[in-house]
């Protein structure tokens, strides 16, 4: 039971300490996040990758005396490592810390990019968590005699395609808000500008 009461522990601590910091009138996650509804969802990217991005490179290090099992590692850490620096450019991009060839936040882009990452951890998924390779599952498995150890690679690799549809989808759901809202916004405001033009005709024809 070490692993998940590990990883209660910290999520555990993280809720605990996002608590106090509401309490306090500090900026609490969801504060931080409210921005957008894929901000938070980038972060839970952000931090999945970096999970995956660790393990890769603490299984590189320890299992190099197998040339296959190093190939996947490297694929392990270089998807971490794009993933992570994909996120950090989504959230700089929604607190406007970082702007580029007027990409707005939540346009089409970030669309693009969460699809392109969704497809990528698809591929890294059947790369890395089948039978025999490097995050088949957290506790590792045993091929032709050899130990492949477990590691936080399996679930981290599902947190961050779990992520990136979630990200899309949340995308989708605000513009399709939004273009729902519209035609409600104008029709209240030609009502407006109907009852503008009334009242007027009325103050006309009674001086």
């Not at 504060?31 to 901000?39: C, I, K, N």
């Not at 939540?106 to 591929?123: A, D, H, K, R, T």
């Not at 957290?138 to 947190?159: D, V």
């Amino acid at each position: 039971n070490i692993y998940f009461s590990a990883w209660a522990s910290l999520f555990v601590s993280l809720f605990t300490f996002n608590k106090w910091l509401a309490s306090k009138d500090i900026v609490s996650f969801a504060e931080l996040t409210q921005l957008s509804s894929t901000l938070e969802w980038w972060y839970i990217l952000l931090f999945s990758s970096v999970v995956e991005m660790g393990s890769a490179t603490h299984f590189f290090t320890t299992v190099t005396n197998i040339e296959r099992r190093s190939q996947y590692a490297i694929l392990a850490v270089c998807a971490g490592t794009i993933s992570a620096f994909f996120s950090i450019l989504a959230i700089l991009y929604h607190y406007k810390i970082i702007m580029w060839c007027k990409v707005k936040p939540g346009g089409l882009v970030e669309f693009g990019v969460s699809f392109i990452l969704f497809l990528w951890w698809i591929v890294c998924n059947f790369s890395l968590c089948t039978y025999g390779k490097v995050a088949p599952s957290i506790s590792g498995s045993c091929e032709q005699g050899m130990l492949i150890p477990g590691s936080n690679m399996y679930f981290s690799i599902w947190a961050c395609l779990i992520s990136s549809v979630v990200i899309m989808t949340k995308w989708m759901e605000s513009k399709a808000m939004s273009l729902a809202s519209t035609p409600h916004a104008r029709s209240d405001d030609a009502e407006t500008d109907g009852n503008k033009v009334g009242n007027d005709n009325d103050i006309t024809d009674h001086p």
